[in-house]
Nanobody, 119 residues
Framework: QVQLVESGGGLVQAGGSLRLACAAS????????MAWFRQAPGKEREFVAA????????SYADSVKGRFTISRDNTKNTLYLQMTSLKPEDTAVYHC????????????WGQGTQVTVSS
């Protein structure tokens, strides 16, 4: 099973940018489809973006489309989320997740990194 560790969160003003990273270990990173989710205080966890095992297919939540970009470097075992034009409503704990092949469920999760956007 793959282990995931996020980094790159922080405090940023509205309109600013952040780049999150998710380092994977313990298994073959390129086997897994990957995604970012987020959870704001008092709210349900929500999907942010996903990317296929071999970079090529991506999908985004409507709320972040055009502002966030998901990418991966299979040579570095790392997933990224470039976030631009940040809004206060983007404030949340961001988690990366891994989905094994031939499954529909994300089974490995990182501990999360806090992103806070001030107005």
């Amino acid at each position: 099973q793959v282990q995931l560790v996020e980094s790159g969160g922080g405090l940023v003003q509205a309109g600013g940018s952040l780049r999150l990273a998710c380092a994977a270990s313990g298994s073959t990173f390129s086997m897994y489809a990957m995604a970012w989710f987020r959870q704001a205080p008092g709210k349900e966890r929500e999907f942010v973006a996903a990317i296929s095992r071999i970079p090529g297919t991506t999908s985004y939540a409507d709320s972040v489309k055009g502002r966030f970009t998901i990418s991966r470097d299979n040579t570095k075992n790392t997933l990224y989320l470039q976030m631009t034009s940040l809004k206060p409503e983007d404030t949340a704990v961001y988690h990366c997740a891994a989905r094994p092949p031939a499954t529909s469920e994300y089974k490995s999760w990182g501990q999360g990194t806090q992103v806070t956007v001030s107005s």
